[in-house]
């Protein structure tokens, strides 16, 4: 299995989130896709950006707004949660503070077959294709090794 890790919610961010997300599925469903994305784009790192971008012409807006309704649920507590996930996992670190690198070495670290990647998903990469680039020799080795085999 290959994840990112996002920061844990505490009540305070996770309220901000719903209306964050209610916000952005309310602009969606009123003015369309491209407005709904428009006034949030500029926050995120550049190949999220891109990506969002390259996607929004094959999007509907129905499914954006349901898919907004995410932000009302909440993955996990505590890191501590994770250790019950078994299967062999590569954890992908941030580079922003949603998605921290400590975090993701912790999980790692909770995790009874989990390894941290070598390589962080930063503002360095812009395009889906440079996010290819920099994750695929990680992936490919995590698949070879006898824990990605699995």
Known sequence: MLIGVEDIEDDEAK???IRFLDAFAARVAADGIE??????????????GAMVREAIPRSDSAGIVA?????????????????QITVPTLIFPGADPRHPTALAGEA????PDGQLAMVPIGGDLQTA?????????????????PRGDR
Do not use: Q
């Not at 790692?108 to 995790?111: C, N, R, Y």
């Open 15 to 17: 309220d901000a989130e």
């Open 35 to 48: 407005a709904g994305w428009e006034p949030i784009l500029a926050g995120f790192p550049s190949v999220v």
């Open 67 to 83: 898919a907004a309704a995410i932000g009302h649920d909440r993955s996990f507590r505590s890191i501590g949660e994770l250790a």
């Open 108 to 111: 790692a670290g909770t995790l």
């Open 129 to 145: 294709e440079d996010l290819a680039r920099a994750v695929a020799p990680a992936i490919r080795e995590f698949l070879r090794s």
